[in-house]
């Protein structure tokens, strides 16, 4: 079993900034692959961006690239994301989810173990 618990989120203003925190723990191995995503109201939960613990070579989705930077610290079990430059199409509720030996970081249904989200709101 694994255990997900999102934190860090909030109201923020266009152009700010906001660091999200990830606790995984449990079963945790080499193969593990921790992923963002994001569901606005009325859309659809939509990948952000994701790593493996392998390999630990970020990917993110484009509206992401070049602000929002994830970042892994093994020795705590933790995935932060940091975003910067926030816009309000950014507003959402966001999600890390965990998944073993995923071979498609973008796809929901890689995944296993979600953490029951944390709440990201940008006002102008």
């Known amino acids: 079993q694994v255990q997900v618990v999102e934190s860090g989120g909030g109201s923020v203003q266009v152009g700010g900034s906001l660091r999200l925190s990830c606790k995984v723990s449990?079963?945790?191995?080499?193969?593990?692959?921790i992923g963002w995503f994001r569901q606005a109201a009325g859309n659809e939960r939509e990948w952000v961006a994701g790593?493996?613990?392998?390999?630990?070579?970020?990917s993110y989705t484009d509206s992401a690239k070049g602000r929002f930077t994830i970042a892994l610290d093994n020795a705590k079990n933790m995935l932060y994301l940091q975003m910067n430059g926030v816009k309000l199409e950014d507003t959402a509720m966001y999600y890390c989810?965990?998944?073993?030996?995923?071979?498609?970081?973008?796809?929901?249904?890689?995944?296993?173990?979600w953490g029951q989200g944390t709440q990201v709101t940008v006002a102008s």
């Open positions: 790593l493996s613990t392998l390999s630990e070579s970020p």
């Open positions: 989810a965990v998944g073993s030996w995923v071979a498609d970081l973008a796809l929901v249904t890689e995944y296993t173990y």
């Open positions: 449990g079963n945790v191995h080499r193969g593990t692959s």
